[in-house]
């Protein structure tokens, strides 16, 4: 039992670890290519603003593209809808004529055989 509580606690430590590491050098990468382009070299603190504004961007896309496709969704749910109300109107307006014919057809006979 303890070992494998050993275990699973060092995945975690392992996986923070590695999280972290990518994270430092991604920023020394961004730092370098700066340096190479002539450009100000931007400090931590200004990657991480960076980092945030473009995490925040992709967020605001993912949600409106959430919005587009429950707009859309939206839109087919009410064709359907109004589909299907008039496909029971006209299955409605069938059966009632049927039964109007039957039922002519019933007095037509009745009708017959009164005036025999």
């Given amino acids: 039992m303890g070992a494998a509580i050993g275990s699973i606690f060092g995945v975690i430590l392992t996986t923070f670890a ?3 590491r990518f994270k430092i050098e991604e920023e020394d990468y961004e730092i370098l290519k700066a340096y190479r382009n002539g450009q100000e070299v931007p400090n ?4 991480r603003f960076k980092k945030a504004e473009e995490d925040a961007a992709k967020r605001e896309k993912n949600l409106q593209d959430l919005e587009d496709f429950k707009a ?3 839109q087919k749910l ?5 589909n299907l109300e ?4 006209e299955k409605k307006d069938k059966l ?3 039964l109007d014919a039957k039922e002519k057809k019933q007095r037509d006979k009745h009708n017959k ?4």
Avoid: G, V
Wanted: aromatic fraction near 8%; charge should be positive; avoid cysteine.
């Fill in 96 to 98: 009632k004529a049927k």
């Fill in 78 to 82: 009410l064709e359907n809808y109004d």
């Fill in 44 to 47: 931590r603190k200004m990657l």
């Fill in 113 to 116: 055989n009164k005036h025999n």
């Fill in 86 to 89: 008039i496909k029971q109107k």
């Fill in 18 to 20: 590695r999280n972290y």
């Fill in 72 to 74: 859309t969704l939206d």
